[in-house]
């Protein structure tokens, strides 16, 4: 793409050849283009959604509808040919729909050749001009941007402020802008010193040209999108990961957080290093850090964030911002099907860093609340189409890290490093989906795990088990057990004596078709029989009389997402 921009008006005109390879078996007739800038105008499907959804979005609210002319955003496809012929299109709020000149075979390429036109909104949400903090441009889903067609068709879903989808490529974009912008976002830059502003020191400025405009020129490899940002008072700080990438941090030199914005560089360097070793390896050289945008959104290769913040609300957003280059940038599953296989991931990976003794408990409460709440849908709804903003939020950020947290309950937390690690060696630029990952999860567990996903995926039943009864029959005890909830699971039970050690007595489920192996080496474990998911309810006998056991209690690693713990634990009298 070739970009000349105006900073006067706002607007820009561009170029864009796009080669496309249809590697699906499918003859293609038609394609879609996304034109996101579209939803910022009174009227559009993200303004009317916003100001009729029960808990909105505060960045968004009803600022949309009070916009002006000159205030909107807009992408206007002004030509579009197809090799050399003209193609039939038409715009529908956000989609551009297009007619192919001719079909596209499987296994055939074509030459997609567009002229467009855009204006910069003002800053809405995660796109837009002028933010709050003074950055003057904010450029994420700012082009024409072409749809994904896989195994389930077209997504051409209209823009509505929520999840993204995109097509694997080699980027090659230029910029024309005024010569006192400095510009950073997703890719290589290849010509730094064209621009003035060399990438081989900390804290280079921008020099001043006498030029109208200067071009400055990123490529990106294997991406799925582009996206940037400018401004004339950033300032541009390198740091390097030890065993990659280079990191760059762009900034205003205000005197009011430019410290934090240093003070945080340390801990994010750790963060990809921990990633790295963790999850697998970043597949790109540089990443950028870059102040703009509403809040923090991920992008390819660079992040955009509110720079106003202390150094530990920086490290929390930025840290949860490069963990997305795994999940949504280089596995990249379709986040509107899927947002808890990248907002949940993503948790799980960030709470893991933040260490603790529990460091998923924030997600097990706000999964909790929403299931107290009785708004929660299934982690399958589709991100548009919540009814609450917050019942979206639970599923896609805690839930997805539930799903994940309880799956170490019951596979071991061994078996579940080694899937997450196989995951991303597996999938990496595939765009996967549940399945895919949890066949892995079966392969290095060896168990099935098709009910796990199935239950806690495609519904919204919850797990509750209880300590129905607790006697003495024959001078041994009789535990009885009872599933109040409607999803089964495997069960374990820590029995605490008087006197002496503690024993772990384990119940798998039966369609498991195995059981995980013994996690804690200091607690002596039993292997029960295997619990039907049929039966309500489950009885064994232990040969310590009950006159000395101190404390029985279901589930002690508090892994098991169990809505209703007052019932879990019973002290004999």
Same mark, same amino acid.
């Given at each position: 793409?070739?970009?000349?921009?105006?900073?006067?008006?706002?607007?820009?005109?561009?170029?864009?050849?796009?080669?496309?390879?249809?590697?699906?078996? #499918?003859?293609?007739?038609?394609?879609? @283009?996304?034109?996101?800038?579209?939803?910022?105008?009174?009227?559009?499907?993200?303004?009317?959604?916003?100001?009729? !959804?029960? #808990?909105? =979005? &505060?960045?968004?609210?009803?600022?949309?509808?009070?916009?002006?002319?000159?205030?909107?955003?807009?992408?206007?496809?002004?030509?579009?040919?197809?090799?050399?012929?003209?193609?039939?299109?038409?715009?529908?709020?956000?989609?551009?729909?297009?007619?192919?000149?001719?079909?596209?075979?499987?296994?055939?390429?074509?030459?997609?050749?567009?002229?467009?036109?855009?204006?910069?909104?003002?800053?809405?949400?995660?796109?837009?001009?002028?933010?709050?903090?003074?950055?003057?441009?904010?450029?994420?889903?700012?082009?024409?941007?072409?749809?994904?067609?896989? $195994?389930?068709?077209?997504?051409?879903?209209?823009?509505?402020?929520?999840?993204?989808?995109?097509?694997?490529?080699?980027?090659?974009? %230029?910029?024309?802008? #005024?010569?006192?912008?400095?510009?950073?976002?997703?890719?290589?830059?290849?010509?730094?010193?064209?621009?003035?502003?060399?990438?081989?020191?900390?804290?280079?400025?921008?020099?001043?040209?006498?030029?109208?405009?200067?071009?400055?020129?990123?490529?990106?490899?294997?991406?799925?999108?582009?996206?940037?940002?400018?401004? &004339?008072? @950033?300032?541009?700080?390198?740091?390097?990961?030890?065993?990659?990438?280079?990191?760059?941090?762009?900034?205003?030199?205000?005197?009011?957080?430019?410290?934090?914005?240093?003070?945080?560089?340390?801990?994010?360097?750790? *963060?990809?290093?921990?990633?790295?070793?963790?999850?697998?390896?970043?597949?790109?050289?540089?990443?950028?850090?870059?102040?703009?945008? =509403?809040?923090?959104?991920?992008?390819?290769?660079?992040?955009?964030?509110?720079?106003?913040?202390?150094?530990?609300?920086?490290?929390?957003?930025?840290?949860?911002?490069?963990?997305?280059? /795994?999940?949504?940038?280089?596995?990249?599953?379709?986040?509107?099907?899927?947002?808890?296989?990248?907002?949940?991931?993503?948790?799980?990976?960030?709470?893991?860093?933040?260490?603790?003794?529990?460091?998923?408990?924030?997600? $097990?409460?706000?999964?909790?609340?929403?299931?107290? +709440?009785?708004?929660?849908?299934?982690?399958?709804?589709?991100?548009?189409?919540?009814?609450?903003?917050?019942?979206?939020?639970?599923?896609? $950020?805690?839930?997805?890290?539930?799903?994940?947290?309880?799956?170490?309950?019951?596979?071991?937390?061994?078996?579940?490093?080694?899937?997450?690690?196989?995951?991303?060696?597996? /999938? %990496?630029?595939?765009?996967?989906?549940?399945? =895919?990952?949890? +066949?892995? *999860?079966?392969?290095?567990?060896?168990?099935?795990?098709? /009910?796990?996903?199935?239950?806690?995926? $495609?519904?919204?039943?919850?797990?509750?088990?209880?300590?129905?009864?607790?006697?003495?029959?024959?001078?041994?005890?009789?535990?009885?057990?009872?599933?109040?909830?409607?999803? &089964?699971? &495997?069960?374990?039970?820590?029995?605490?004596?008087?006197?002496?050690?503690?024993?772990?007595?384990?119940?798998?489920?039966?369609?498991?078709?195995?059981?995980?192996?013994?996690?804690?080496?200091?607690?002596?474990?039993?292997?029960?029989?295997?619990?039907?998911?049929?039966?309500?309810?489950?009885?064994?006998?232990?040969?310590?009389?009950?006159?000395? !056991?101190?404390?029985?209690?279901?589930?002690?690693?508090?892994?098991?997402?169990?809505? #209703?713990?007052?019932?879990?634990?019973?002290?004999? %009298?």
């Amino acid at each position: 793409m070739d970009i000349d921009f105006d900073v006067k008006t706002h607007r820009f005109l561009g170029q864009q050849t796009l080669t496309y390879y249809n590697n699906s078996p #499918d003859t293609l007739l038609q394609v879609f @283009y996304h034109l996101y800038f579209n939803a910022f105008q009174p009227g559009s499907m993200m303004d009317v959604r916003s100001r009729t !959804i029960a #808990d909105p =979005d &505060p960045r968004v609210g009803n600022r949309i509808a009070s916009l002006s002319p000159e205030e909107i955003g807009f992408q206007k496809v002004k030509s579009l040919t197809q090799d050399g012929q003209e193609v039939v299109f038409e715009t529908v709020g956000t989609i551009l729909e297009v007619k192919l000149a001719q079909p596209l075979l499987p296994g055939q390429k074509t030459v997609l050749a567009m002229q467009f036109e855009g204006q910069v909104p003002v800053q809405i949400r995660r796109s837009g001009r002028n933010s709050a903090e003074g950055i003057a441009y904010s450029m994420t889903q700012w082009y024409p941007k072409l749809c994904e067609y896989d $195994y389930q068709g077209w997504h051409a879903n209209p823009y509505i402020a929520r999840e993204f989808h995109g097509v694997w490529g080699d980027f090659e974009v %230029k910029i024309q802008i #005024d010569p006192n912008y400095i510009v950073a976002g997703t890719g290589y830059l290849q010509n730094p010193n064209e621009v003035g502003y060399g990438y081989e020191s900390p804290g280079t400025t921008v020099k001043k040209n006498k030029k109208s405009k200067l071009t400055w020129h990123f490529k990106a490899p294997q991406v799925h999108d582009f996206a940037w940002a400018a401004d &004339p008072d @950033y300032v541009h700080d390198i740091v390097s990961v030890p065993d990659g990438p280079t990191l760059h941090f762009f900034y205003q030199n205000n005197p009011d957080y430019v410290k934090n914005w240093k003070d945080c560089q340390p801990t994010i360097v750790r *963060a990809f290093q921990f990633m790295n070793q963790r999850f697998g390896k970043y597949p790109y050289a540089s990443y950028a850090v870059i102040q703009g945008g =509403d809040g923090g959104m991920e992008y390819p290769m660079c992040t955009l964030v509110t720079g106003n913040r202390s150094t530990n609300s920086l490290i929390g957003v930025v840290v949860h911002e490069l963990i997305h280059s /795994w999940y949504q940038g280089v596995l990249a599953t379709n986040e509107s099907l899927y947002a808890w296989m990248d907002e949940g991931f993503n948790s799980y990976a960030g709470n893991l860093f933040n260490g603790g003794d529990f460091p998923h408990e924030g997600s $097990y409460n706000y999964y909790f609340n929403i299931v107290k +709440r009785k708004i929660e849908e299934p982690l399958s709804t589709h991100a548009d189409h919540f009814e609450y903003n917050s019942a979206y939020g639970m599923a896609a $950020y805690a839930k997805g890290c539930v799903f994940l947290a309880q799956l170490g309950y019951v596979i071991g937390e061994e078996a579940l490093a080694r899937t997450m690690k196989r995951y991303y060696d597996t /999938w %990496k630029f595939r765009h996967p989906n549940d399945n =895919d990952f949890i +066949r892995i *999860a079966e392969k290095e567990s060896g168990l099935e795990l098709d /009910w796990y996903k199935e239950y806690f995926v $495609y519904t919204t039943h919850t797990v509750d088990y209880a300590l129905e009864k607790i006697e003495e029959v024959d001078g041994k005890t009789q535990i009885t057990l009872k599933r109040l909830g409607r999803m &089964p699971m &495997p069960i374990e039970l820590l029995l605490t004596p008087k006197e002496g050690p503690t024993t772990l007595y384990y119940i798998p489920l039966e369609m498991m078709r195995g059981q995980k192996p013994k996690e804690d080496a200091n607690t002596a474990r039993e292997v029960l029989a295997d619990w039907p998911w049929t039966h309500p309810t489950y009885t064994f006998q232990v040969s310590i009389p009950l006159s000395k !056991i101190k404390k029985v209690e279901i589930d002690p690693s508090l892994r098991m997402a169990d809505t #209703d713990r007052k019932n879990n634990e019973a002290v004999p %009298k």
